[in-house]
Nanobody, 113 residues
Framework: QVQLVESGGGLVQAGGSLRLSCAASGLISSIVSMGWYRQVPGKQRELVAAISSGGRTNYADSVKGRFIISRDNAKNTVYLQMNSLKPEDTAVYYC???????WGQGTQVTVSS
């Protein structure tokens, strides 16, 4: 059974940083593309960043230059380093293996102004 456990969220002031982690079990995350998504109440979940099995990355325009997605294949973990955080980054963040119907419980990120 696939399990995705996100962690690392919290409350931070604008301009601060957080690093999110997504630990995957029952799934070899290195062979699938992994994405970080975020959702705020009343809005659709949106893709923030993704990393392919080959390490190619892509980012939403709103986070380019501030967020970095990476993976540690030995730990079956995907990370999202978030820098220069803005209040509009406030959301619940989820990791998701692209093309598979699995989601974690999410981790709340709150950025105060």
């Amino acid at each position: 059974q696939v399990q995705l456990v996100e962690s690392g969220g919290g409350l931070v002031q604008a301009g601060g940083s957080l690093r999110l982690s997504c630990a995957a079990s029952g799934l070899i995350s290195s062979i699938v593309s992994m994405g970080w998504y975020r959702q705020v109440p009343g809005k659709q979940r949106e893709l923030v960043a993704a990393i392919s099995s080959g390490g190619r990355t892509n980012y939403a325009d709103s986070v380019k230059g501030r967020f970095i997605i990476s993976r540690d294949n030995a730990k079956n973990t995907v990370y999202l380093q978030m820098n220069s955080l803005k209040p509009e980054d406030t959301a619940v963040y989820y990791c998701h293996p692209e093309g598979l119907g699995y989601w974690g419980q999410g981790t709340q990120v709150t950025v105060s102004s």
